[in-house]
């Protein structure tokens, strides 16, 4: 599991307006030997009137199947016990873009 990676993820649901359910969703970072941190994806074009939000083209090396949408601002940290399966890589540019909103969102 390494940054920049794509996954299917299930995110807990906890009734609230967080992301849930299994999605694809790219990892930020490796926190701990069971933990990583995320920024969950959704196809929902809406969720682009939102800021720190970022286009995410699908293509062969990132294993996603439709245009998705990465939800910055969802950014969290989720136990590898979610993880269901690697589908891709971004590539540097996508993955540069992603990280850089995250930074500016933290502060």
Known sequence: MKPGEVWVVHIPELGTHEQSGTRPAVIIARVAKT????????SNKVALRFPYTYLVA???GNGLESQSIAL???IR?????????????LDKKTFGE??????RLIG
């Open 35 to 42: 933990i990583a941190t995320i920024v969950p994806c959704t």
């Open 58 to 60: 699908p293509t062969k």
């Open 72 to 74: 910055v601002f969802h």
């Open 77 to 89: 940290a989720l136990d590898i016990s979610y993880f269901a399966k690697k589908i891709g890589t």
């Open 98 to 103: 992603i990280r850089k909103q995250a930074r």
